[in-house]
């Protein structure tokens, strides 16, 4: 029988996993509720979080799949103030993490092609953290660079440091002569 407490940590639970806040549960949030919080062996985990993804049962995950299951990640992993980078970012994690796992290159991911990545030592938390890292420093660097085409010099770098030294004539201690 249930009790009102435990009604309030069922919602608490739905709340945690319900990324997107749709008051309902996308597969990708589904399967990465069984990646974080089932405690299991990594076959019997690959084998939950296959079944959730595999959507049109054909013993594979197609791109479109994978995809999903890492949205609520990358979601969880940029902040409020970048959202609006979410979609550039969601693409080429979901391509690179799809052209790890799918080492036949199929076009679709196995189970077995799944827990070979896993028992790899490779995990999804890791590979979307340096994934997004590394896409997030090329977009910097390219605005910086697009920047100094322009003129103007990225703030903070040695450049700028340069540019006011020059522009104050000053700082720098004499030259010979």
Known sequence: ??????????????????????GTLG???????????????????????FGV?????????????LQEYLRPFVHAMIPDEARAMEPMLLRPC??????????????????????????????????????IDREVYAAWMESNEQSFRIGGVAKGSKAEEQQKLAQGGGGGGGGGG
């Open 27 to 49: 597969r990708g949030e589904v399967a990465g509720f069984c990646s974080v919080f089932l405690r299991s062996t990594t076959e019997e985990l690959i084998k939950a979080i």
């Open 94 to 131: 979901t391509d690179t993490v799809f052209k790890e796992m799918d080492s036949d290159r199929s076009a679709g991911i196995s189970e077995t092609e799944m827990l070979y990545w896993t028992k790899s030592g490779n995990n999804i938390i890791d590979s979307l953290s340096d994934l």
């Open 1 to 22: 029988r249930f009790m009102p407490q435990d009604r309030d940590d069922l919602f608490l639970v739905f709340d945690s996993i319900d990324f997107d806040k749709a």
């Open 53 to 65: 993804l595999d959507a049109d049962d054909t013993g594979f995950v197609e791109t479109a799949e």
